[in-house]
């Protein structure tokens, strides 16, 4: 949709390739893609391919291997991958914008090139069975010996956490939540791939950190610097977030209306009946809706603004338009929507996960509600 974005004729062109080429790319790997996300398997070398064609890296300098460009690029990707069903590039992107946030030029050196292509996978180590969204509850640790740090704790929902090279490790030091780049092929870390109903592509796997010995200068940002740097990366992220979700409602209302125009009942087509252009015109409505907070964000973030309330308001808006769109494209095709051949369940389960990574729709409402509140002027309200 990109309502916003096309205004300018420069972007507008590069919109107008990209969407062309992922949807190419897509359709050239349509059946690889739905076996590996059957099977929740890793597919690493449509990863390189994308990687090479500069889709893992919008945000990365060309200097690095990346495309060299900024959020509204990254949104643009993320939402043709969500309408194509291809491999997420959300989990790499945060890598980068770690590295080049707080990243030593030795860090950058070791691992932005090779995330930014594809060559290397990134992964992020943070929650945990018992911490979630508070990190009050982490017990995973860090403590100093030598020059050293020893780092252990158990780990969960750790997309391409048993496919990954490097991953970024959250503990509590003595100085307070610290965060750590992690090379996986030292000693002491074991996986155990988990099985999760959404997001097949880029699977789950438990990651589990025994005394793991790493260097000083394996620490991303000074140590107790945790929560900066994690929310130095999330505000971005949850845009990655709502732009997957806006597109994965676009495929489905695609798919559903491409069905029921050819589909008779009586004398006319599913799409001649009211009621059903009524749901039609509400998901469409609502996806728009998205579209425009989810562009206001990235423009916002062009100029330097604060856009932590944007983000979260347009990820807030993309849940309700994808859950809008799918429950659209249900009742569009019927009974020929209910079988796994068909694409509409993966969807819908891809939509539940996105619903919860980067911060609940629950959480999205709190944060809204107490930026608001907290406001003498309720945030442009007054």
């Known amino acids: 949709m990109y309502p916003t974005l096309r205004a300018d004729p420069a972007r507008a062109a590069w919109i107008d390739a990209t969407v062309t ?27 390189r391919e994308l990687g ?22 990254y949104v643009i990707i993320s939402e043709e991958v969500g309408r194509h069903g291809l ?35 990134f992964s992020e180590a943070i929650s945990e069975k018992n911490a979630g969204s508070s990190f009050k509850a982490m017990a995973s640790t860090a403590t100093r010996t030598g020059g050293d740090w020893l780092l252990t704790g158990s780990k969960t929902h750790v997309n391409l956490g048993a496919d990954c090279d490097v991953t970024l490790f959250y503990a509590v030091a003595p100085e307070g ?12 870390i074991a996986t155990a791939v988990t099985d999760p109903v959404g997001l097949r592509l880029i699977r789950t796997a ?14 991303l940002g000074p140590p107790g610097a945790g929560l900066q740097t994690f929310l130095s990366t999330f505000n971005i ?3 990655g977030n709502a732009s997957e979700l806006i597109g994965l409602g676009r495929r489905a209302l ?15 087509m599913v799409t ?4 059903i252009q009524w749901l039609v015109a509400d998901a469409w409505t609502a996806l728009q809706a998205a579209s425009l907070a989810r562009d206001d964000a990235a423009v916002a973030h062009q100029r330097g603004e604060d856009i932590a309330l944007r983000t979260t308001a347009a990820k807030r808006l993309a849940i309700t338009a994808a859950e809008q769109a799918c429950d659209a494209a249900y009742s569009l095709v019927g009974g020929h929507g209910l079988y796994f051949d068909e694409p509409y369940t993966d969807i819908a389960n891809d939509i539940k996960v996105l619903k919860v990574a980067g911060g609940s729709a629950e959480i999205m409402r709190n944060y809204i509600a107490r930026r608001v509140l907290k406001d003498p002027g309720h945030e442009g309200l007054a």
């Open 21 to 47: 080429e992922l949807a190419k790319f897509g359709e050239r790997h349509r059946e690889e893609l739905d076996a590996a996300n059957r099977d929740a398997r890793f597919p690493r070398e449509l990863y």
């Open 52 to 73: 090479k064609l500069g889709y893992l890296g919008p945000l990365v300098p060309e200097s690095y291997g990346g495309l060299g460009g900024g959020v509204s690029e």
């Open 87 to 121: 491999i997420s590039g959300q989990i790499a992107a945060q890598g980068q914008r770690w590295l080049l946030d707080w990243g030593t030029d030795e860090q950058k050196d070791q691992w932005l090139r090779g995330i930014a292509t594809g060559e290397a996978v």
């Open 177 to 188: 939540l610290t965060s750590f780049l992690v090379d996986m092929s030292l000693p002491g």
């Open 206 to 219: 438990d990651v589990t950190f025994e005394r793991v010995r790493v260097p000083d200068s394996a620490l």
């Open 237 to 239: 992220s949850r845009l």
């Open 254 to 268: 695609e798919l559903g209306l491409g069905y029921a125009s050819q589909r008779q009942v009586g004398d006319g």
């Open 272 to 275: 001649d009946f009211q009621g």
